[in-house]
């Protein structure tokens, strides 16, 4: 598995010590997660900071965003080789009702 700084880099986005957190918090996650989720586990950081990290992810290819029917947007990995497409992406995200999860 490439390393942290290779995966932004490999995506022309330049490895800040926040991205690095961020990006191994989500490769670490086998669910969706919300900023509020994320914002809970970084507790001394900025939500900003975290909202920006965010947005540079799914920019770049590196996460996704997704509308599980919550109301809240979730992220998620995106897997080798995506290009985060509707036409070419599509895949189904199921959200569980009693443990309040999504998952790709």
Known sequence: ???????LENNYV????????????????????????????????????LYRTLKTFV??????????GTGITKYAMCEANCLCEMENDLHLHFHCNNCNETVC
Not at 1 to 7: A, F, G, P, V
Not at 14 to 22: C, H, S, Y
Not at 59 to 68: L, M, T
């Open 14 to 49: 330049k490895p800040t010590a926040m991205r690095l957190l961020v990006l191994q918090f989500l490769i670490g996650k086998k669910v969706a997660v919300s900023l509020s989720n994320i914002e809970a586990y970084f507790d001394n950081s900025d939500r900003t900071t």
């Open 59 to 68: 920019e770049s290819n590196i996460a996704h965003q997704i509308d599980d």
């Open 1 to 7: 598995m490439e390393n942290l700084e290779q995966i």
